[in-house]
């Protein structure tokens, strides 16, 4: 399955979203918000990927949820390396 660049986009809007509203306390306490389920959420516009990629994706979007100013550069070079070259 082809990833589009508009999906990688949306992973990146969702996890931007994600680690602004990330708070330790709720992950702990809240049954219903945890980080396993923030990252399920950042990853669902690239369901199809595969499970090899997807692994790395899930890491790389749990470090950037819980820390963005140290991981977010890993992340978009992830990014790069996976979706298709932009169309000109």
Do not use: K
Request: proline share 7%.
């Amino acid at each position: 399955m082809t990833i589009s660049q508009e999906q990688f986009d949306d992973l990146l809007s969702r996890t931007a979203l994600a680690a602004l509203f990330y708070y330790p306390e709720v992950a702990v306490d809240d049954d219903g918000r945890n980080l396993q389920n923030d990252i399920a959420y950042c990853l669902e516009p690239v369901a199809g990927i595969a499970d090899e990629d997807a692994e790395r994706l899930r890491v790389a979007v749990g470090r950037v949820i819980t820390n963005p100013t140290a991981h977010r550069s890993e992340l978009l070079a992830l990014v790069i390396e996976l979706a298709p070259p932009p169309a000109e």
